[in-house]
């Protein structure tokens, strides 16, 4: 009777650091609506030039970032369900927050290439100002894809409607 015991500390420890490296994504990097409109970017007062220029940049990535955003979100929920499954075994866990966390981080470079294409277009004081932004316009907590329209993933119990805990 010890494999019990040891599947449910494995179990809880694999949620464990599942929290954790969701709770430190927050909401993740978002351009979120409103960015190449300029609302991030307000504070720089653009000009006409510059925004027309910062539109185009995200119009350009705005597919690629769409597609990486999805196959994080599949992933994520992969890894939700099979985290659900008693029956899911350590390693396969591993495989699958492995790629969760990969397609992550492949969001957060699609959004450091266009935050890269934007700055050399900035004045030496907007640059000043861009680079006291987090992460760039948009990038902070609150403000990415979906800032205001519910409740997230890893901000605790009660605000995922996924987590067991929040139940």
């Known amino acids: ?35 190449a409109s300029g609302r991030g970017l307000r504070a720089l007062h653009l000009t006409e030039a510059q925004q027309t220029q910062v539109k185009a940049i995200h119009e350009r990535h705005q597919a690629a970032i769409q597609a990486k955003v999805e196959a994080a979100q599949a992933a994520r929920q992969a890894l939700r369900e099979a985290m659900a499954n008693a029956g899911t075994d350590a390693k396969t866990l591993q495989a699958l927050h492995e790629k969760a966390s990969a397609a992550q981080f492949a969001v957060m470079l699609e959004h450091r290439a266009v935050r890269q294409e934007i700055v050399p277009l900035l004045t030496p004081e907007q640059k000043a100002q861009f680079e006291k932004m987090p992460q760039g316009p948009g990038m902070g907590p609150g403000m990415g894809r979906g800032a205001g329209m519910g409740p997230r993933h890893g901000r605790g119990p009660g605000m995922n409607p996924d987590c067991p805990m929040g139940k």
């Open 1 to 35: 009777m010890i494999s019990h015991p040891f599947r449910f500390t494995t179990l809880a420890a694999a949620v464990l650091v599942l929290g954790v490296s969701l709770a430190a994504q927050g909401r993740g990097p978002g351009f979120g609506p409103g960015f």
